[in-house]
């Protein structure tokens, strides 16, 4: 492959949306299409350090008997997560880090019976935008299943850090991208 700098893509803006909890909204299919207002939210501003995506999948080695030579690798789970971190307070985010507690809207703002997390699968869709280049990912079953502390103080901003662990779908797909950038089209 050719050295080309015009190839490298800094994703330096999007957007989080999910599903309510437990819906089953019709997946994205291309990544210009917009997300139905009716069936996706999006969780606002994130920090700068944007979204991380992380895939993990652990070897086991296996060794002959004569002379301790590996002759195998065989591959155990697989694992796929996205972590981020919204700076907006809403009912929407409030859901999200509280799922299972009872969240109220009332004439002053809200009010919050909480309780322990409940199980919480959503459907995720992770937009990036890297100059005119779109990437939009559709993970068709998530959970919040990390939730960093939130901290309150004088010198930086309130934030819900999530990481959101991946479930394969009915084709034992975790994903689904779609990207419209001109170089690798037809």
């Given at each position: 492959?050719?050295?080309?700098?015009?190839?490298?893509?800094?994703?330096?803006?999007?957007?989080?949306?999910?599903?309510?909890?437990?819906?089953?909204?019709?997946?994205?299919?291309?990544a210009t299409t917009p997300l139905s207002a009716l069936d996706f939210t999006g969780t606002g501003l994130l920090t700068d350090d944007g979204v991380t995506e992380t895939s993990g999948q652990d070897y086991e080695r296996k060794y002959a008997w004569q002379g301790g030579a590996l002759i195998a690798t065989l591959p155990g789970p697989f694992e796929k997560s996205f972590k981020f971190a919204a700076t907006q307070q809403s009912i929407f985010n409030l859901g999200l880090q509280m799922p299972g507690s009872t969240i109220t809207q009332t004439a002053y703002g809200v009010s919050i019976a909480e309780k322990a997390?409940?199980?919480?699968?959503?459907?995720?869709?992770?937009?990036?935008?890297?100059?005119?280049?779109?990437?939009?990912?559709?993970?068709?079953?998530?959970?919040?299943t990390e939730r960093g502390d939130v901290v309150w103080s004088f010198n930086d901003i309130t934030v819900y850090e999530w990481t959101v662990e991946l479930f394969p779908d009915s084709s034992l797909n975790y994903t689904y991208r779609y990207i419209v950038d001109p170089s690798m089209a037809l």
């Open positions: 492959m050719a050295l080309n700098a015009a190839l490298v893509r800094s994703y330096q803006n999007g957007e989080v949306s999910a599903s309510a909890a437990g819906a089953s909204p019709a997946l994205p299919t291309d997390p409940t199980i919480d699968k959503r459907v995720w869709v992770i937009h990036g935008i890297s100059g005119a280049i779109l990437q939009r990912i559709v993970c068709p079953s998530g959970q919040i």
